[in-house]
């Protein structure tokens, strides 16, 4: 069996709709180790698997009409044509970008968090330098048997269009990435549930508003404090810490040692606020150092 042969067989039995022309060298770089596929060897006429043969064979899958450019995305991203689906918004969006993840109110929407149902999709992907690392730390990973002489794809960062597959996406940048856990029964990942409970106190409008983020943490956090409270704990923000003490000890009534040791980030004279988003309000909580403005 040629390799062009093999590659479109394989693609067929992927389960998946899309492929990035990094994933794709990546996969048949591993088909060529294995020297055949569905029992019958692969025949190919070259030494060594490299970035311009790469290129080759995805412009002959283009020709054969097993892949065509996913016009959803800019670049780099190509529709497996006889795939099952041509997949939701939330999983051709995470199989091209390696980092990203639902969060906000598409998050707490998976989770049953929230009684609303979210017009866009909300995603967030690492900020540039983070992200560019975790590309680092992935590329030496998957490429470490491949001879360093040879030209290689590069794991682009690849751009979004403002809707995929028909729904609007809202992609967030973040210094304060999570890590991410695979949705149940598809490709797309999720921040997890601790991590969104923080979200909320990060960005409260994206989350529905502050309101509604009491709300939810009024109703649910008691139910999640194994995870809230780790996840509050390893965060960088101090102001994250300060609102989550302040909710579940003063309004949740939460005594944990692990909250009462956040107040340590309170600042007295400061401007913080409860909302991010809402004038100073001269209520304010005297313990956290908080303007309850809400």
């Known amino acids: ?72 995305f800019r670049s780099g991203v190509w529709r497996i044509v006889q795939a099952v689906t041509a997949g939701s918004a939330e999983e051709v969006c995470c199989l091209a970008d390696p980092f990203c993840y ?97 979200e909320m106190l990060e960005v409260p409008r994206l989350c529905g508003g502050i309101r509604h983020v009491l709300d939810v943490w009024e109703g649910e956090a008691r139910n999640w404090l194994a995870e809230i409270i780790p996840e509050v704990d390893r965060h960088t923000s101090k102001i994250v810490r300060v609102r989550a003490g302040y909710i579940l000890e003063e309004r949740l009534g939460v005594l944990d040692p692990r909250v009462s040791s956040w107040v340590s980030d309170a600042q007295r004279g400061g401007s913080r606020k409860l909302d991010p988003d809402a004038p100073y309000a001269p209520t304010y909580s005297e313990k956290w150092m908080i303007s309850i403005n809400v």
């Open 102 to 198: 639902v969060s906000h109110l598409s998050a707490m929407d998976r989770y049953n968090l929230t009684d609303r149902t979210p017009i866009e999709l909300h995603l967030t992907t690492p900020d540039r330098p983070i992200w560019n690392q975790l590309r680092d730390e992935k590329m030496d990973a998957e490429l470490a048997d491949i001879s360093p002489r040879l030209e290689v794809p590069m794991l682009n960062r690849i751009g979004f269009k403002s809707r995929v597959r028909r729904r609007e996406v809202n992609l967030h940048e973040t210094k304060h990435p999570a890590n991410p856990v695979p949705i149940r029964g598809g490709k797309a990942r999720i921040g997890p549930i601790g991590h969104v409970f923080v």
């Open 1 to 72: 069996m040629y390799l062009r042969e093999a590659v479109g067989k394989f693609l067929l039995q992927l389960d998946q709709p899309v492929v990035t022309e990094y994933e794709l060298f990546l996969r048949v770089n591993r088909l060529l180790a294995e020297g055949s596929f569905q029992g019958e060897p692969i025949m190919r006429r070259f030494q060594d698997w490299d970035a311009p043969r790469s290129r080759s064979l995805t412009r002959n899958l283009a020709r054969d009409r097993v892949l065509v450019p996913d016009g959803d």
